[in-house]
């Protein structure tokens, strides 16, 4: 998308991410997603008087791990509060989250862009409860208050993006930060991680910002990058008409591919937060930050770094094989005991890649280790199977698990390389068709590949297609 010259577009993404608990943020009850409708309630979540609401201190570890990972200041105490709206899907007429004190502040989402790096910076990451849903049927209208209370970790950017192209990178990485750490799944169609936007356009070079408005429900990248970019047609469109931008909040439609306003936006004031009476201020201790400290693992970007570094491999293969924290592990492994990293990734982001697409597998739940495709791959460079044999031997190693060794042995897809055998075999070949020799002599250079099909004929396609071939020319051209 491009806006006409001399505009540009300022947006800021306000991410919500399911964090992966066992049980709800301030009850027992047990998350996950579908189920039937309002069995995972208790009369905490359900909001009932009286029910007293108690942290999930796992909640806060995992929403501390992501700010620390994300640069950002971990307080040692934050409060939580009430945030007072009414919505058939909050029984309790508020939603506890955090105002003032939030978890976490600052940091800073790293992107690569355009063939560099850029810094989006966060303003805050704050916990809070999810609300149920809504679901409209036939003209009548139902609550589902399953997901009422599951832990939610709020991820607000400052307006530092420009394009919606930036804004997809910026929630790609960020995505991918929360699956390397364990902390969310990610699954946006399922509604773990959700997206709403602030956009505002202004003329190049303004350093004040536009009115902004705030898009809702977009629920997928492309919903995303759509969404932004009609947005702020229409703003530009609307200012160039000589008329204001409304501050208001817009519903993205991702069918129609259109916004349409859904409310007047409301400001923090219309909320009227207050210090959440039935809780402590919530934090955790120097000693637990600096375990969580400890246990962090190298980002994503910085694994992607070594990849280009140590082994060799352009951005675009470093990029996919550190999209998983699992994925990288298993390439490290892999590359280290077949000695060959450039190998050891056309085999992962070909072949494997291919097959796992087929069982719609993860590589977590693999029965292949990384030492038996080292040893498949090791196989195919000396010759002893043929490209096309590797591929039956790690589909049954898929299967199966099981070593290379072991199934080129059952298979019996040995790939005959023995010189002196093949040797013999060629001029065998020869002796038995003298009268196609002769022509092959006298200028009929095709016939090449009549002996090459004899012979992997009497080889049942075992032989090794480049010993034959050098075999045969010393042969016919001697
Ligand atoms: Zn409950």
């Not at 992966?20 to 943020?25: F, G, L, P």
């Not at 609401?53 to 994300?70: C, H, I």
């Not at 009422?148 to 929630?171: F, H, K, N, Q, W």
């Not at 796992?356 to 080292?374: G, H, M, T």
């Amino acid at each position: 998308m491009s806006l006409p010259s001399g505009w540009e577009m300022v947006i800021g993404l306000e991410v919500h991410a399911q964090i992966h608990t066992r049980s709800k943020i301030f009850c027992a009850c047990p998350t996950g997603f579908g189920g039937e409708a309002n069995s995972r309630t208790c009369p905490v979540c359900l909001g009932m008087p009286g029910a007293l609401p108690v942290l999930n201190r796992r909640v806060l570890e995992m929403t501390a791990l992501l700010g620390l990972a994300l640069g950002s200041r971990v307080a040692l105490r934050s409060q939580l509060a009430r945030k007072n709206y009414f919505y058939p899907d909050l029984p309790k007429g508020y939603q506890i989250s955090q105002y003032d004190q939030p978890l976490c502040e600052g940091g800073a989402v790293e992107i690569p862009f355009e063939g560099g790096r850029r810094k989006i910076a966060l303003t805050r990451i704050h916990i809070e409860e999810d609300a149920g849903k809504n679901i409209h049927l036939d003209g009548r209208s139902l609550v589902d208050l399953n997901r009422c209370g599951t832990a939610l970790a709020e991820i607000v950017s400052e307006p530092d993006m420009r394009s919606p192209d930036e804004a997809r990178e910026y929630l790609g990485r960020l995505r991918q930060l929360l699956l390397w750490l364990g902390i969310s799944d990610g699954n946006m169609e399922e509604g773990s991680l959700r997206c709403d936007a602030n956009v505002s356009v202004r003329h190049v070079g303004d350093t004040e910002l536009g009115q902004r408005t705030e898009l809702k429900n977009l629920n997928s990248f492309r919903a995303v990058a759509a969404a932004l970019a009609f947005e702020a047609e229409r703003q530009v469109a609307v200012l160039e008409s000589g008329g204001k931008v409304e501050k208001v909040t817009l519903l993205w439609d991702a069918h129609e591919k259109r916004s349409r306003p859904l409310r007047g936006k409301e400001e923090s004031k219309d909320y009227r937060y207050f210090p959440e009476p039935d809780l402590l201020p919530a934090g955790l201790s120097e000693g637990e930050l600096s375990t969580l400290v400890a246990g962090l693992p190298a980002s994503p970007l910085d694994r992607l770094d070594s990849l280009m570094e140590n082994h060799d491999l352009d951005f675009y293969e470093a990029d996919i094989l550190t999209r998983e924290r699992a994925m990288v592990d298993f390439f490290e492994l892999l590359a280290e005991a077949c000695g060959d990293s450039k190998a050891a990734s056309r085999w992962m982001l070909g072949e494997l890649a291919r097959q796992l697409n087929d069982r719609v597998q993860n590589i977590e739940d693999l029965k292949l280790r990384p030492d038996s495709l080292a040893e498949l791959i090791v196989l195919e460079r000396d010759g002893k199977l043929s490209g096309l044999a590797a591929k039956s031997v790690l589909e049954k190693m898929l299967e199966e698990g099981g070593s290379a060794n072991e199934w080129m042995e059952r298979l019996d897809l040995a790939q005959l390389s023995d010189a002196g055998e093949l040797a013999n075999l060629v001029k065998s070949v020869l002796e038995a068709n003298p009268k196609e020799v002769e022509r092959y002599r006298g200028g009929r250079k095709k016939l090449f590949g009549f002996f090459v099909g004899e012979i992997m004929s009497a080889t049942k396609g075992k032989a090794d297609p480049k010993e034959v071939g050098r075999l045969l020319r010393e042969g016919l051209d001697a």
